[in-house]
C-alpha cells in the first residue's frame, strides 16, 4: 500500500520559497496521478495536479507561475517548490496520489473532488508571515 510523507514546511517570510518534499513508499509513485491541496480553517483547495500518464502538471490559478511541481521518479519523490510566496499561501499543505491515469479538467472542488484521492500525506504547515 502507498505511503506518502512529507516535508519541509516552515515559516517563511513575504517573497521567500519553501521546498515541499512529498516520498512516497510501498508502491511506485509513477503510477499515481498526484495532487497537493492546501488546508485553511473551513476548506481544502487543490493546488496542482500531476497526471501519471504524461507528467503533465495542472496548477490553480492562484499558484501559477509560482509554484512547480517536480517529479524524482528513480527517488520516489514529487517536489512541490513555492516561490513568490504571499500571505495568503499559509495553511496546511498536503499531498495525495489518486490511481487514476489523468488529471481532472480544472481544479475546482468539482472536479478535483479531494474523495478522489486515495493516498495522502501527513500535512505540512506553511506560514508566510513576517
Known amino acids: 500500500q502507498l505511503q506518502l510523507v512529507e516535508s519541509g514546511g516552515g515559516l517563511v517570510q513575504p517573497g521567500g520559497s519553501l521546498r515541499l518534499s512529498c516520498v512516497a513508499s510501498?508502491?511506485?509513485?509513477?503510477?499515481?496521478?498526484i495532487g497537493w491541496f492546501r488546508q485553511i480553517p473551513g476548506k481544502r483547495e487543490g493546488v496542482s495536479c500531476t497526471?501519471?500518464?504524461?507528467?503533465?502538471?495542472l496548477y490553480a490559478d492562484s499558484v501559477k507561475g509560482r509554484f512547480t511541481v517536480s517529479r524524482d521518479i528513480a527517488n520516489n519523490t514529487v517536489y512541490l517548490q513555492m516561490n513568490g510566496l504571499k500571505p495568503e499561501d499559509t495553511a496546511i499543505y498536503f499531498c495525495?496520489?489518486?490511481?487514476?491515469?489523468?488529471?481532472?479538467?480544472?481544479?475546482?472542488?468539482?472536479?478535483?473532488?479531494?474523495?478522489?484521492?486515495?493516498?495522502w500525506g501527513q500535512g505540512a504547515q506553511v506560514t508566510v508571515a513576517s
Open positions: 510501498g508502491a511506485t509513485l509513477g503510477y499515481y496521478t
Open positions: 497526471s501519471s500518464a504524461d507528467g503533465r502538471t
Open positions: 495525495a496520489a489518486a490511481a487514476v491515469v489523468y488529471c481532472p479538467p480544472t481544479l475546482t472542488t468539482e472536479d478535483n473532488n479531494p474523495r478522489g484521492y486515495d493516498y
